[in-house]
């Protein structure tokens, strides 16, 4: 059973660049989809990025509008997110997540990393 453990998160002011970092404690992530998703206080969480085990396909949220980008190394046992202009409604706790087939659908995530904060103000 692969565990996930996320790091890189904190504060930040607008227009900063952040890295996010999901790394596998235990098992291996090779034959998983990996996504990251985020939840904003009073908020339900939501989709950020995803990645297929074989890093052929990839998706990102529209409303990054083209300032993220998500990356995996197998070998490492690491998925990384690179978030770039991040803006105050980027602010949430963001999760990491294996599943075991290329989808944005939370619910098809079964494993669940603990989380990281974001946090993006002046």
């Known amino acids: 059973q692969v565990q996930l453990v996320e790091s890189g998160g904190g504060l930040v002011q607008p227009g900063d660049s952040l890295r996010l970092t999901c790394t596998a404690s235990?098992?291996?992530?090779?034959?998983?989809?990996l996504g990251w998703f985020r939840q904003a206080p009073g908020n339900e969480r939501e989709f950020v990025a995803a990645?297929?085990?074989?890093?052929?396909?990839?998706q990102t949220t529209r409303s990054s509008k083209g300032r993220f980008a998500i990356s995996r190394d197998n070998a490492k046992k690491t998925m990384t997110l690179y978030m770039n202009n991040l803006e105050p409604e980027d602010t949430g706790v963001y999760y990491c997540?294996?599943?075991?087939?290329?989808?944005?659908?939370?619910?098809?995530?079964?494993?669940w990393g603990q989380g990281t904060q974001v946090t993006v103000s002046s």
């Open positions: 997540a294996a599943a075991s087939t290329f989808t944005t659908a939370s619910w098809m995530y079964k494993t």
């Open positions: 235990t098992g291996t992530i090779s034959s998983y989809t």
């Open positions: 990645i297929s085990d074989d890093s052929i396909s990839s």
